[in-house]
Nanobody
Framework: VQLQASGGGLVQAGGSLRLSCAASGRSFSRYTMGWFRQGPGQEREFVAAAWDASSLYCADSVKGRFTISRDNAKNTVYLQMNSLKPEDTAVYYC??????????????????WGQGTLVTVSS
């Protein structure tokens, strides 16, 4: 599976962005899809995951502001980010893997990774 993330950019605090991650291959619907981020000098942090179109989860740090969704017909997962804050500045990565729910926040659980897209939030 190859993953291609896009949609990053520069936005002012309070603004919105939507990230997309397009996957190749025919097994997309079988994989849990996740979003992680890594800020300057920080470790990679779990953001959100989607087991299927209705089984969605966001980390507490972004809950209420970010929404993950997936479209299996388009082999794409999205991350809608609203009310962005400067501390959301990071490289955002999408990931895929055949993993169970208890491991969604563990980056080593994911087998496939996209190249990352940079999100910069100015104050």
């Amino acid at each position: 599976v190859q993953l291609q993330a896009s949609g990053g950019g520069l936005v002012q605090a309070g603004g919105s962005l939507r990230l997309s991650c397009a996957a190749s291959g025919r097994s997309f619907s079988r994989y849990t899809m996740g979003w992680f981020r890594q800020g300057p000098g920080q470790e990679r942090e779990f953001v959100a995951a989607a087991w299927d179109a209705s089984s969605l989860y966001c980390a507490d740090s972004v809950k209420g502001r970010f929404t993950i969704s997936r479209d299996n017909a388009k082999n794409t997962v999205y991350l809608q980010m609203n009310s962005l804050k400067p501390e959301d500045t990071a490289v955002y990565y999408c990931a895929a893997g055949p993993l169970a729910a208890p491991r969604i926040h563990i980056h080593s659980s994911y087998a496939f990774w996209g190249q990352g897209t940079l999100v910069t939030v100015s104050s």
